[in-house]
């Protein structure tokens, strides 16, 4: 369990699979359509509408997303291509939360056919609006198709809740959102200022790189006490995991590192490297899980992305 020296901050409960994952043959065999794939972030953001050339660069790394509403980031839709997370409980009180939720599929039945995305069938992360606390957690699975998992959240407030699945039927993955409310004194917390380093449980964790629309490369280096950290441990198959949401609607973006552990070529740290677009300017918090000494634990900024710069300049 993460110790977090910031109680009521990004803390990250439950990270009940802390065991060696073994590493899997390249992500974009894994799962034919590479959803949450770090490439492919950049391909779906602009699908059709603006085929600007600037948009182009990853055109090539397939559709996965194809199915987002007018290339709308993920997360924004309780329902989307015929799929509707159904959670069992909207209204909950601040503590432990026996938390169960359905995928419903486009006959109205739960779903219980999912291909996997890093080593689960399901991905679902809690994350407060204001973006003051973030849980990536792993649910079981019922043989009715209810996903089941205990959830620790500390304060009233207002939380959205995510899941990433690949669907069977569907063949690509998609992200859906709902929201969830706990019962009791709310005080709105602003998003925490921007600032490109994260301390937890001593280490330290600084990002270097711009958000951008068009893609940029996202470097993290991870010291302990000062120290490069050149033994990260495997997490569902990456040395880290990146989930990024936009404050003001929460659109997200789950990205992937380049390389993988296994591969002969991908160092266990101190620096991951992600190739991340984001949906267009504005304030953004990023969540960094990473597993070190067999406890994983998240780092947590927030950075903020402009407008991108116009291929043509317009004199008036």
């Known amino acids: 369990m993460t110790t977090n020296a910031h109680a009521g901050h990004h803390t990250h409960a439950g990270h009940a699979d802390t065991a060696t994952q073994p590493a899997h043959a ?11 794939d770090a490439n492919d972030h950049a391909a779906h953001q602009h699908h ?3 085929a600007a050339p600037e948009h182009a660069i990853h055109a090539g790394h397939g559709d996965a997303h194809a199915g987002h509403a007018a290339g709308a980031p993920g ?7 015929g799929y509707t ?8 009180e601040p503590g432990g939360i026996d938390f169960r939720f359905r995928i419903l599929g486009p006959d109205g039945t739960a779903v219980t056919e999912f291909d996997p995305i890093h080593d689960r069938e399901l991905h679902l992360i809690v994350a407060r609006r204001e973006l003051t606390g973030f849980w990536h957690v792993h649910p079981v699975r019922e043989a009715d198709g209810t996903w089941v998992i205990r959830l620790d959240l500390p304060e009233a407030g207002a939380y959205r809740v995510f899941t990433d699945i690949a ?13 969830l409310a706990l019962a009791g004194h709310y005080a709105p917390q602003p998003v925490p200022a921007a600032g490109r380093a994260a301390e937890v449980d001593g280490y330290e964790v600084t990002v270097d790189g711009e958000l951008r629309t068009e893609g940029d490369l996202l470097t993290l280096t991870v010291r302990k006490d000062g120290v490069p950290v050149t033994d990260l441990q495997p997490y569902l198959a990456a040395f880290g995991h990146l989930v990024i949401l936009r ?6 973006v789950h990205v992937h590192p380049n390389g993988e552990p296994g591969d002969g070529i991908t160092p266990a740290g101190p620096e991951i490297t ?15 899980d990473f597993r070190h000494g067999d406890v994983v634990r998240t780092a947590a900024f927030t950075l903020t992305a402009g407008v991108a710069a116009p291929q043509h300049a317009h004199h008036h």
């Open 48 to 50: 059709g509408k603006h």
């Open 85 to 92: 997370l159904d959670l069992e409980t909207t209204i909950a």
């Open 274 to 288: 992600f190739h991340t677009a984001v949906p267009g300017p504005g304030t953004y918090r990023l969540f960094l």
């Open 247 to 252: 404050a003001g609607d929460l659109a997200y």
């Open 167 to 179: 669907p069977r039927a569907l063949g690509r993955t998609i992200t859906l959102g709902a929201d």
């Open 26 to 36: 390249g992500h974009q065999d894994n799962h034919a359509t590479p959803g949450i």
């Open 75 to 81: 997360g924004l839709l309780v329902t989307q291509d």
